[in-house]
Protein backbone atom coordinates (compact mmCIF):
# COMPACT_ATOMS: atom_id res chain seq x y z
CA UNK A 1 0.00 0.00 0.00
CA UNK A 2 1.62 2.95 -1.40
CA UNK A 3 1.10 6.44 -1.06
CA UNK A 4 2.69 9.51 -3.31
CA UNK A 5 2.26 13.23 -1.59
CA UNK A 6 3.64 16.26 -1.56
CA UNK A 7 2.76 19.85 -2.89
CA UNK A 8 0.27 21.16 -5.75
CA UNK A 9 2.47 20.88 -8.66
CA UNK A 10 5.29 18.62 -7.25
CA UNK A 11 4.94 15.83 -9.83
CA UNK A 12 2.47 13.34 -7.92
CA UNK A 13 0.27 12.74 -10.46
CA UNK A 14 3.24 12.87 -13.21
CA UNK A 15 4.70 10.29 -11.24
CA UNK A 16 1.44 8.19 -11.11
CA UNK A 17 1.15 9.03 -14.74
CA UNK A 18 4.06 7.20 -15.79
CA UNK A 19 3.86 5.00 -13.97
CA UNK A 20 0.38 3.75 -15.28
CA UNK A 21 2.36 3.65 -18.95
CA UNK A 22 5.52 1.48 -17.32
CA UNK A 23 3.44 -1.15 -18.69
CA UNK A 24 4.98 -0.65 -22.30
CA UNK A 25 8.27 -1.10 -23.25
CA UNK A 26 10.49 1.51 -23.61
CA UNK A 27 13.28 2.47 -26.49
CA UNK A 28 16.86 1.62 -24.54
CA UNK A 29 17.81 5.61 -24.08
CA UNK A 30 14.19 7.04 -23.96
CA UNK A 31 14.59 8.37 -20.27
CA UNK A 32 11.10 6.29 -19.19
CA UNK A 33 12.58 2.77 -19.37
CA UNK A 34 13.68 3.57 -15.71
CA UNK A 35 10.16 3.66 -14.82
CA UNK A 36 8.70 0.23 -14.75
CA UNK A 37 5.12 -1.11 -13.40
CA UNK A 38 3.56 -4.89 -12.80
CA UNK A 39 2.35 -5.51 -16.00
CA UNK A 40 -1.14 -6.08 -14.83
CA UNK A 41 -1.23 -2.48 -13.30
CA UNK A 42 -4.80 -0.87 -13.65
CA UNK A 43 -5.69 3.02 -13.75
CA UNK A 44 -8.61 3.30 -11.57
CA UNK A 45 -11.37 6.27 -11.45
CA UNK A 46 -14.21 7.48 -11.00
CA UNK A 47 -16.23 7.43 -14.48
CA UNK A 48 -19.67 9.08 -14.02
CA UNK A 49 -22.44 7.73 -16.57
CA UNK A 50 -20.50 4.63 -17.54
CA UNK A 51 -22.65 1.54 -18.14
CA UNK A 52 -22.70 -1.29 -15.95
CA UNK A 53 -24.26 -4.91 -16.47
CA UNK A 54 -24.14 -7.43 -13.74
CA UNK A 55 -21.52 -6.43 -11.56
CA UNK A 56 -21.25 -7.63 -7.99
CA UNK A 57 -19.75 -4.37 -6.25
CA UNK A 58 -20.97 -5.33 -2.56
CA UNK A 59 -17.55 -4.85 -1.56
CA UNK A 60 -17.78 -1.41 -1.74
CA UNK A 61 -21.78 -0.46 -1.87
CA UNK A 62 -24.14 -2.51 0.19
CA UNK A 63 -27.48 -1.94 1.98
CA UNK A 64 -29.27 0.17 -0.11
CA UNK A 65 -32.55 2.15 0.70
CA UNK A 66 -35.47 -0.13 0.17
CA UNK A 67 -33.54 -3.42 0.48
CA UNK A 68 -32.09 -2.83 -3.10
CA UNK A 69 -29.05 -5.62 -3.58
CA UNK A 70 -25.81 -4.73 -5.05
CA UNK A 71 -24.41 -8.60 -5.68
CA UNK A 72 -26.04 -8.17 -9.26
CA UNK A 73 -26.10 -4.87 -9.84
CA UNK A 74 -26.50 -2.85 -13.81
CA UNK A 75 -27.24 0.47 -14.59
CA UNK A 76 -26.89 2.81 -17.33
CA UNK A 77 -25.92 5.81 -15.78
CA UNK A 78 -23.30 5.07 -12.84
CA UNK A 79 -22.26 7.48 -10.48
CA UNK A 80 -18.96 8.67 -9.62
CA UNK A 81 -18.81 6.01 -6.40
CA UNK A 82 -20.59 3.49 -8.24
CA UNK A 83 -18.21 3.60 -11.24
CA UNK A 84 -15.24 3.95 -9.20
CA UNK A 85 -16.37 0.15 -7.54
CA UNK A 86 -17.09 -1.32 -10.71
CA UNK A 87 -14.19 -0.94 -11.95
CA UNK A 88 -11.81 -2.01 -9.23
CA UNK A 89 -13.98 -5.42 -9.17
CA UNK A 90 -13.72 -5.36 -12.93
CA UNK A 91 -10.04 -4.98 -12.68
CA UNK A 92 -9.85 -7.89 -10.31
CA UNK A 93 -11.92 -10.19 -12.14
CA UNK A 94 -9.08 -10.21 -15.24
CA UNK A 95 -6.25 -10.53 -12.34
CA UNK A 96 -4.89 -7.38 -12.05
CA UNK A 97 -2.45 -7.33 -8.83
CA UNK A 98 -1.84 -3.55 -8.98
CA UNK A 99 -4.32 -0.56 -8.57
CA UNK A 100 -2.49 3.27 -9.65
CA UNK A 101 -5.48 5.82 -8.07
CA UNK A 102 -5.10 9.01 -8.01
CA UNK A 103 -7.41 11.41 -5.95
CA UNK A 104 -8.09 14.29 -8.19
CA UNK A 105 -10.05 11.82 -10.82
CA UNK A 106 -11.56 10.08 -7.62
CA UNK A 107 -15.16 10.06 -6.06
CA UNK A 108 -14.50 11.86 -2.78
CA UNK A 109 -17.28 9.82 -1.05
CA UNK A 110 -15.60 6.15 -2.93
CA UNK A 111 -12.30 7.47 -0.98
CA UNK A 112 -12.69 8.31 2.50
CA UNK A 113 -15.30 9.59 5.42
CA UNK A 114 -14.06 11.49 7.92
CA UNK A 115 -14.86 11.19 11.90
CA UNK A 116 -17.08 14.29 12.01
CA UNK A 117 -19.57 12.92 9.27
CA UNK A 118 -18.94 9.25 10.71
CA UNK A 119 -20.53 10.64 13.79
CA UNK A 120 -23.36 12.37 12.28
CA UNK A 121 -24.28 9.52 9.40
CA UNK A 122 -23.80 6.22 11.43
CA UNK A 123 -22.27 3.36 9.28
CA UNK A 124 -25.34 1.94 9.62
CA UNK A 125 -27.00 4.32 7.31
CA UNK A 126 -23.85 4.88 4.68
CA UNK A 127 -24.24 2.31 1.88
CA UNK A 128 -21.05 3.26 0.40
CA UNK A 129 -17.64 1.77 2.03
CA UNK A 130 -14.39 4.15 1.64
CA UNK A 131 -11.73 2.54 -0.12
CA UNK A 132 -9.38 3.59 3.12
CA UNK A 133 -10.95 0.46 4.43
CA UNK A 134 -10.52 -1.92 1.69
CA UNK A 135 -7.16 -1.27 0.91
CA UNK A 136 -5.67 -3.21 3.20
CA UNK A 137 -8.33 -6.45 2.94
CA UNK A 138 -6.95 -5.98 -1.21
CA UNK A 139 -3.70 -7.00 -0.11
CA UNK A 140 -4.02 -9.60 2.69
CA UNK A 141 -6.82 -10.99 0.88
CA UNK A 142 -5.90 -11.44 -2.35
CA UNK A 143 -2.29 -10.42 -2.77
CA UNK A 144 -3.07 -6.55 -4.82
CA UNK A 145 -0.53 -3.77 -4.11
CA UNK A 146 -1.88 -0.19 -4.29
CA UNK A 147 -0.25 3.24 -5.50
CA UNK A 148 -2.16 5.91 -4.35
CA UNK A 149 -1.89 10.05 -5.04
CA UNK A 150 -2.97 11.31 -2.04
CA UNK A 151 -2.86 15.27 -1.49
CA UNK A 152 -5.87 15.96 0.97
CA UNK A 153 -6.25 13.22 3.35
CA UNK A 154 -4.08 12.16 5.88
CA UNK A 155 -5.91 9.12 6.96
CA UNK A 156 -4.42 6.84 4.68
CA UNK A 157 -1.16 7.51 6.60
CA UNK A 158 -2.31 4.71 9.07
CA UNK A 159 -2.58 2.08 6.29
CA UNK A 160 0.20 2.64 3.93
CA UNK A 161 3.20 0.57 4.19
CA UNK A 162 4.98 3.66 2.41
CA UNK A 163 4.69 6.75 1.66
CA UNK A 164 6.66 8.65 -0.89
CA UNK A 165 6.82 12.46 -0.89
CA UNK A 166 6.98 14.66 -4.19
CA UNK A 167 9.50 17.69 -3.14
CA UNK A 168 10.49 19.69 -6.62
CA UNK A 169 9.84 16.47 -8.72
CA UNK A 170 12.34 14.81 -6.26
CA UNK A 171 11.11 11.11 -4.18
CA UNK A 172 11.56 11.57 -0.79
CA UNK A 173 10.99 8.46 1.85
CA UNK A 174 8.72 9.68 4.30
CA UNK A 175 6.86 6.83 5.84
CA UNK A 176 8.53 6.82 9.52
CA UNK A 177 6.95 10.65 9.76
CA UNK A 178 3.72 9.67 8.38
CA UNK A 179 3.17 7.12 10.74
CA UNK A 180 4.40 8.99 13.41
CA UNK A 181 1.58 11.47 12.60
CA UNK A 182 -0.99 9.01 12.06
CA UNK A 183 -0.36 7.40 15.74
CA UNK A 184 -0.62 11.10 17.23
CA UNK A 185 -3.95 11.61 15.98
CA UNK A 186 -4.66 8.21 16.38
CA UNK A 187 -6.93 9.31 19.15
CA UNK A 188 -10.55 10.18 17.59
CA UNK A 189 -13.98 8.75 18.81
CA UNK A 190 -14.06 6.08 15.97
CA UNK A 191 -10.92 4.33 16.03
CA UNK A 192 -11.88 1.35 17.44
CA UNK A 193 -15.11 1.05 14.39
CA UNK A 194 -12.27 2.09 11.99
CA UNK A 195 -10.07 -0.99 12.87
CA UNK A 196 -12.96 -3.32 12.46
CA UNK A 197 -13.46 -1.94 9.20
CA UNK A 198 -9.91 -2.17 8.49
CA UNK A 199 -9.49 -5.60 9.35
CA UNK A 200 -12.75 -6.92 7.65
CA UNK A 201 -12.67 -9.40 4.74
CA UNK A 202 -12.46 -7.63 0.81
CA UNK A 203 -15.93 -9.54 0.15
CA UNK A 204 -16.14 -12.32 -2.55
CA UNK A 205 -16.01 -11.62 -6.66
CA UNK A 206 -18.72 -13.28 -8.70
CA UNK A 207 -17.99 -14.76 -11.79
CA UNK A 208 -19.23 -12.86 -15.02
CA UNK A 209 -20.22 -14.59 -18.58
CA UNK A 210 -20.62 -12.18 -21.77
CA UNK A 211 -23.61 -13.87 -24.24
CA UNK A 212 -22.10 -14.43 -27.38
CA UNK A 213 -25.16 -13.55 -29.78
CA UNK A 214 -25.20 -10.02 -28.10
CA UNK A 215 -21.65 -9.02 -29.48
CA UNK A 216 -23.09 -10.21 -32.46
CA UNK A 217 -23.05 -7.54 -35.26
CA UNK A 218 -24.09 -7.50 -38.58
CA UNK A 219 -23.81 -3.47 -39.30
CA UNK A 220 -20.55 -1.64 -39.86
CA UNK A 221 -18.25 -1.65 -37.29
CA UNK A 222 -15.96 1.18 -37.25
CA UNK A 223 -13.02 3.08 -35.22
CA UNK A 224 -13.41 6.68 -35.31
CA UNK A 225 -10.65 7.46 -32.64
CA UNK A 226 -8.21 5.93 -30.14
CA UNK A 227 -11.35 6.32 -27.76
CA UNK A 228 -14.54 5.74 -29.66
CA UNK A 229 -15.88 2.68 -31.70
CA UNK A 230 -19.11 2.71 -33.27
CA UNK A 231 -20.41 -1.28 -32.93
CA UNK A 232 -23.15 -1.29 -35.09
CA UNK A 233 -25.85 1.31 -33.93
CA UNK A 234 -23.98 1.51 -30.49
CA UNK A 235 -21.27 3.68 -29.81
CA UNK A 236 -18.97 2.48 -27.41
CA UNK A 237 -17.00 5.24 -25.42
CA UNK A 238 -13.20 4.23 -24.19
CA UNK A 239 -12.10 7.59 -23.43
CA UNK A 240 -11.25 6.63 -19.66
CA UNK A 241 -9.28 3.84 -20.32
CA UNK A 242 -6.20 5.96 -19.67
CA UNK A 243 -3.62 2.78 -20.69
CA UNK A 244 -4.89 2.90 -24.16
CA UNK A 245 -2.00 4.51 -26.22
CA UNK A 246 -2.59 4.13 -29.83
CA UNK A 247 -6.01 4.21 -32.09
CA UNK A 248 -4.70 0.44 -33.14
CA UNK A 249 -4.85 -1.05 -29.65
CA UNK A 250 -8.38 0.12 -30.02
CA UNK A 251 -8.87 -1.49 -33.69
CA UNK A 252 -7.76 -4.76 -32.32
CA UNK A 253 -10.02 -3.94 -29.20
CA UNK A 254 -13.26 -3.74 -32.08
CA UNK A 255 -11.97 -6.82 -33.26
CA UNK A 256 -11.78 -8.94 -30.23
CA UNK A 257 -15.52 -7.67 -29.52
CA UNK A 258 -16.60 -9.15 -32.67
CA UNK A 259 -15.13 -12.70 -32.11
CA UNK A 260 -16.87 -12.95 -28.72
CA UNK A 261 -19.61 -13.90 -31.14
CA UNK A 262 -17.91 -16.64 -32.82
CA UNK A 263 -17.98 -18.41 -29.64
CA UNK A 264 -20.64 -21.01 -28.76
CA UNK A 265 -23.76 -19.98 -26.67
CA UNK A 266 -23.82 -23.30 -24.80
CA UNK A 267 -20.36 -22.52 -23.41
CA UNK A 268 -20.33 -20.94 -20.02
CA UNK A 269 -17.17 -18.95 -20.42
CA UNK A 270 -16.45 -15.96 -17.98
CA UNK A 271 -15.06 -12.39 -19.65
CA UNK A 272 -11.23 -13.57 -18.13
CA UNK A 273 -11.38 -16.73 -20.10
CA UNK A 274 -13.01 -15.33 -23.13
CA UNK A 275 -10.16 -12.69 -23.06
CA UNK A 276 -7.79 -15.17 -22.69
CA UNK A 277 -8.58 -17.48 -25.34
CA UNK A 278 -8.83 -14.51 -27.74
CA UNK A 279 -5.37 -13.62 -26.64
CA UNK A 280 -4.57 -17.35 -27.08
CA UNK A 281 -5.24 -17.29 -30.72
CA UNK A 282 -3.28 -13.61 -31.03
CA UNK A 283 -0.20 -15.68 -29.73
CA UNK A 284 -0.94 -18.42 -32.24
CA UNK A 285 -1.77 -16.51 -35.36
CA UNK A 286 -0.73 -12.77 -34.74
CA UNK A 287 -2.75 -9.47 -34.26
CA UNK A 288 -4.34 -10.84 -37.88
CA UNK A 289 -6.53 -13.10 -35.71
CA UNK A 290 -8.44 -10.14 -34.80
CA UNK A 291 -9.24 -8.62 -38.07
CA UNK A 292 -11.46 -10.70 -41.44
CA UNK A 293 -8.42 -8.72 -43.46
CA UNK A 294 -5.22 -10.92 -43.79
CA UNK A 295 -3.31 -7.85 -44.30
CA UNK A 296 -4.93 -5.40 -41.33
CA UNK A 297 -1.95 -3.48 -40.39
CA UNK A 298 -3.91 -0.79 -38.25
CA UNK A 299 -3.40 -3.46 -35.43
CA UNK A 300 -1.54 -3.51 -31.95
CA UNK A 301 -1.44 -5.59 -29.20
CA UNK A 302 -3.66 -5.05 -26.24
CA UNK A 303 -3.76 -6.19 -22.90
CA UNK A 304 -6.69 -8.42 -21.64
CA UNK A 305 -7.39 -5.31 -19.17
CA UNK A 306 -8.71 -3.62 -22.05
CA UNK A 307 -10.26 -5.64 -23.98
CA UNK A 308 -12.15 -6.47 -20.79
CA UNK A 309 -12.81 -3.49 -20.19
CA UNK A 310 -14.68 -2.65 -23.54
CA UNK A 311 -16.75 -5.94 -23.29
CA UNK A 312 -18.18 -4.10 -19.72
CA UNK A 313 -19.24 -0.71 -21.05
CA UNK A 314 -20.80 -1.95 -24.18
CA UNK A 315 -24.35 -0.46 -23.91
CA UNK A 316 -26.52 -3.25 -24.82
CA UNK A 317 -29.24 -5.45 -22.50
CA UNK A 318 -28.01 -8.36 -20.88
CA UNK A 319 -24.85 -8.54 -23.05
CA UNK A 320 -23.13 -10.05 -19.81
CA UNK A 321 -24.75 -12.61 -16.94
CA UNK A 322 -23.99 -13.48 -13.55
CA UNK A 323 -24.43 -17.61 -13.25
CA UNK A 324 -24.12 -19.34 -10.04
Known amino acids: INLIVGGGFHGKSTLLSALQFGIYDKIPGDGREFCVCDA ?22 NHLPF ?15 TSQATNIIESLEI ?34 TPFIYKVGPLYNDLNVSTILVVGGSGDYFGVATTVIMMDCYRCKDVTVKAKAIAEKYNDNINVQLQSEMIGAPFGSLSKRYPQPEVFHETNKVSVRSESLISYGETELDLRYLEQIISKSQTCSISGALRKISSFSSRETKTIKEVVDEILKQVDSFGLDALSPDPFNGSLAYTRPFEIAAAINRLRRENSIVQKE
Open 67 to 81: GKTTSNFSTADASGS
Open 40 to 61: SAVKIRAEDGRAVTAVDISPFI
Open 95 to 128: GSKLLLLDEDVCATNAMIRDTKMMELVCTEKEPI
